[in-house]
């Protein structure tokens, strides 16, 4: 059985930061291009960050210098760790799996405001 489980979510003030967690079970993770959604209330899900198998990663322009993508194949863990942190930022943050079939966590809610 398939399962990826986010953590790390909550409550911010803009400015600061947060890093999220995302681990799988049931996948040979390394083989997996591993990568980080976004769904605001009333929006479209967009991807924010993506690391390949080898390492290479890509952001969304709203994220980039901002967020940080990074995998730990051994702990079979993707991170986000997400800084400067805006009201716009607020969402819920999914993490997908994607090789042959594509996986997704349930969810962590991130909310920036003061």
């Known amino acids: 059985q398939v399962q990826l489980v986010e953590s790390g979510g909550g409550l911010v003030q803009p400015g600061g930061s947060l890093r999220l967690s995302c681990t799988a079970s049931?996948?040979?993770?390394?083989?997996?291009?591993m990568s980080w959604y976004r769904q605001a209330p009333g929006k479209e899900r967009e991807r924010v960050a993506v690391?390949?198998?080898?390492?290479?990663?890509n952001y969304a322009d709203s994220v980039k210098g901002r967020f940080t993508i990074a995998r730990d194949n051994a702990q079979k863990t993707v991170y986000l760790q997400m800084n400067s942190l805006k009201p716009e930022d607020t969402a819920v943050y999914y993490c997908?799996?994607?090789?042959?079939?594509?996986?997704w966590g349930q969810g962590t809610q991130v909310t920036v405001s003061s």
């Open positions: 690391i390949t198998t080898s390492g290479s990663t």
């Open positions: 997908n799996a994607l090789w042959n079939r594509s996986y």
């Open positions: 049931g996948i040979f993770f390394s083989n997996y291009v």
